[in-house]
Nanobody, 111 residues
Framework: QVQLVESGGGLVQAGGSLRLSCAAS????????MAWYRQAPGNQRELVAR???????NYVNSVKGRFIISRDNAKKTVYLQMNSLKPEDTGVYYC?????WGQGTQVTVSS
Protein backbone atom coordinates (compact mmCIF):
# COMPACT_ATOMS: atom_id res chain seq x y z
CA GLN A 1 0.00 0.00 0.00
CA VAL A 2 1.46 3.32 -1.09
CA GLN A 3 1.58 5.93 1.63
CA LEU A 4 3.01 9.42 1.92
CA VAL A 5 2.58 10.83 5.41
CA GLU A 6 3.44 14.47 6.04
CA SER A 7 4.19 16.01 9.42
CA GLY A 8 5.72 19.16 10.86
CA GLY A 9 3.19 21.79 9.91
CA GLY A 10 1.85 24.34 12.34
CA LEU A 11 1.45 28.00 13.22
CA VAL A 12 4.53 30.21 13.17
CA GLN A 13 5.22 33.93 13.17
CA ALA A 14 6.66 35.64 10.13
CA GLY A 15 10.41 35.19 10.04
CA GLY A 16 10.23 31.85 11.78
CA SER A 17 11.10 28.37 10.58
CA LEU A 18 9.42 25.00 10.18
CA ARG A 19 10.65 21.64 8.98
CA LEU A 20 8.23 19.40 7.14
CA SER A 21 8.78 15.66 6.83
CA CYS A 22 7.21 13.12 4.51
CA ALA A 23 7.57 9.43 5.27
CA ALA A 24 7.08 7.18 2.26
CA SER A 25 6.17 3.51 2.02
CA UNK A 26 4.83 1.02 -0.48
CA UNK A 27 7.02 1.99 -3.43
CA UNK A 28 10.69 2.28 -4.36
CA UNK A 29 11.52 5.60 -2.72
CA UNK A 30 15.14 5.82 -3.87
CA UNK A 31 14.12 5.41 -7.51
CA UNK A 32 11.62 8.24 -7.51
CA UNK A 33 11.89 12.00 -7.58
CA MET A 34 10.07 13.65 -4.68
CA ALA A 35 8.37 17.00 -4.45
CA TRP A 36 6.51 19.37 -2.18
CA TYR A 37 3.47 21.28 -3.39
CA ARG A 38 1.32 23.80 -1.59
CA GLN A 39 -2.17 25.15 -1.96
CA ALA A 40 -3.43 28.37 -0.45
CA PRO A 41 -7.17 29.03 -0.10
CA GLY A 42 -8.63 30.00 -3.45
CA ASN A 43 -5.43 29.19 -5.29
CA GLN A 44 -4.29 26.32 -7.43
CA ARG A 45 -1.83 23.80 -6.08
CA GLU A 46 1.71 24.85 -6.98
CA LEU A 47 5.05 23.11 -7.03
CA VAL A 48 7.29 24.44 -4.27
CA ALA A 49 10.38 22.23 -4.52
CA ARG A 50 11.52 19.04 -6.17
CA UNK A 51 14.47 16.70 -5.66
CA UNK A 52 15.60 14.06 -8.14
CA UNK A 53 16.97 10.63 -7.38
CA UNK A 54 20.44 12.13 -7.82
CA UNK A 55 19.80 14.92 -5.33
CA UNK A 56 19.37 17.74 -7.83
CA UNK A 57 16.88 20.32 -6.64
CA ASN A 58 14.71 23.04 -8.05
CA TYR A 59 12.45 25.60 -6.38
CA VAL A 60 9.70 28.00 -7.23
CA ASN A 61 11.19 31.49 -7.39
CA SER A 62 9.27 32.74 -4.37
CA VAL A 63 11.05 30.34 -1.99
CA LYS A 64 14.56 30.31 -3.43
CA GLY A 65 17.14 31.06 -0.76
CA ARG A 66 14.64 30.36 2.04
CA PHE A 67 13.52 26.73 1.60
CA ILE A 68 15.67 23.61 1.30
CA ILE A 69 14.42 20.23 0.11
CA SER A 70 16.39 17.13 1.03
CA ARG A 71 15.95 13.38 1.15
CA ASP A 72 17.13 10.45 3.22
CA ASN A 73 16.80 7.29 1.17
CA ALA A 74 17.64 5.05 4.12
CA LYS A 75 14.70 6.51 6.06
CA LYS A 76 12.50 6.85 2.95
CA THR A 77 11.80 10.41 3.99
CA VAL A 78 11.86 13.74 2.22
CA TYR A 79 12.14 17.02 4.11
CA LEU A 80 11.37 20.66 3.49
CA GLN A 81 13.24 23.11 5.69
CA MET A 82 11.42 26.42 5.55
CA ASN A 83 13.18 29.52 6.86
CA SER A 84 12.30 33.21 6.93
CA LEU A 85 8.67 32.29 6.54
CA LYS A 86 6.24 34.87 5.18
CA PRO A 87 2.44 35.10 5.47
CA GLU A 88 2.20 34.28 1.77
CA ASP A 89 3.76 30.87 2.52
CA THR A 90 0.53 29.91 4.29
CA GLY A 91 -1.24 26.91 2.84
CA VAL A 92 -1.57 23.16 2.89
CA TYR A 93 1.69 21.48 1.95
CA TYR A 94 1.55 18.18 0.12
CA CYS A 95 4.21 15.57 -0.47
CA UNK A 96 4.25 14.11 -3.97
CA UNK A 97 5.93 11.44 -6.01
CA UNK A 98 4.68 10.91 -9.55
CA UNK A 99 0.92 10.35 -9.10
CA UNK A 100 1.16 9.68 -5.36
CA TRP A 101 0.02 12.30 -2.86
CA GLY A 102 0.03 12.69 0.88
CA GLN A 103 -2.90 14.04 2.88
CA GLY A 104 -1.25 17.39 3.42
CA THR A 105 -0.11 19.38 6.42
CA GLN A 106 -1.25 22.89 7.25
CA VAL A 107 1.30 25.69 7.50
CA THR A 108 0.08 29.03 8.81
CA VAL A 109 2.38 32.04 9.01
CA SER A 110 1.08 34.99 11.01
CA SER A 111 2.18 38.55 10.36
Amino acid sequence: QVQLVESGGGLVQAGGSLRLSCAASGFSFSRNAMAWYRQAPGNQRELVARITIFGSTNYVNSVKGRFIISRDNAKKTVYLQMNSLKPEDTGVYYCNSDDRWGQGTQVTVSS
